[in-house]
T-cell receptor, first 113, second 112 residues
Framework: GQSLEQPSEVTAVEGAIVQINCTYQ??????LSWYQQHDGGAPTFLSY????GLEETGRFSSFLSRSDSYGYLLLQELQMKDSASYFC??????????????FGSGTRLQVQP | DAMVIQNPRYQVTQFGKPVTLSCSQT?????MYWYQQKSSQAPKLLFH???????NEADTPDNFQSRRPNTSFCFLDIRSPGLGDAAMYLC???????????FGPGTRLTVL
């Protein structure tokens, strides 16, 4: 099976940089994804790492180290609208087309003025 | 715009009264997923379809069933809802070789 650990809450101020870490244990690994979810909303895709290294998408970056079973999401120039829950998720085994997501428990980010 | 649509957005049902939630997609993705998300928890996969092939997660209660009559539509049937089934139900799709899943807005189910 799969399990993921991430901090439950992070608080930061507008304009700052915050890093949300994720460690995982899986029986089969394909990639690490990050999703953002505002209260009452649906998860929306932010970033994906299939290979080691850094992926950058605007203010958001994500990093993966497969040897360490570790990744992080980096949010720069924080804005109030970034207050949300952030989930890391691993893609399941490579059986036919499944590639289901197993989510971590989520990190609630609160951005303060 | 291509999207994933869920209806209704809010559903209230009585204890034990069957309920059906619907999901449609215009993305033409071959994989569709149903997740259950309870308050302050992560989404939990219930089942998924790869084309017409149905795949049930081992711990999905027998109370939950699904139908996919065609590529665009997928239904979640809860035969006898209990109080513990109150949650947000999320539909998602995936296409091609990408791992990215596209979520609908969800249906929030209340069981009285």
């Amino acid at each position: 099976g799969q399990s993921l650990e991430q901090p439950s809450e992070v608080t930061a101020v507008e304009g700052a940089i915050v890093q949300i870490n994720c460690t995982y244990q899986t029986s089969g690994f394909y990639g690490l994804s990050w999703y953002q979810q505002h209260d009452g909303g649906a998860p929306t895709f932010l970033s994906y790492n299939g290979l080691d290294g850094l992926e950058e998408t605007g203010r958001f970056s994500s990093f993966l180290s497969r040897s360490d079973s570790y990744g992080y999401l980096l949010l720069q120039e924080l804005q109030m609208k970034d207050s949300a829950s952030y989930f890391c998720a691993v893609t399941g085994p490579l059986d036919t087309g499944r590639r289901a997501l197993t989510f971590g428990s989520g990190t609630r980010l609160q951005v303060q003025p | 715009d291509a999207m994933v649509i869920q209806n209704p957005r809010y559903q209230v049902t009585q204890f034990g009264k069957p309920v059906t939630l619907s999901c449609s997609q215009t993305l033409n993705h071959n994989v569709m997923y149903w997740y259950q998300q309870k308050s302050s928890q992560a989404p939990k996969l219930l089942f998924h379809y790869y084309d017409k092939d149905f795949n049930n997660e081992a711990d999905t209660p027998d109370n939950f069933q699904s139908r996919r009559p065609n590529t665009s539509f997928c239904f979640l049937d809860i035969r006898s809802p209990g109080l513990g089934d109150a949650a947000m139900y999320l539909c998602a799709t995936r296409g091609g070789v990408s791992d990215t899943q596209y979520f609908g807005p969800g249906t929030r189910l209340t069981v009285l």
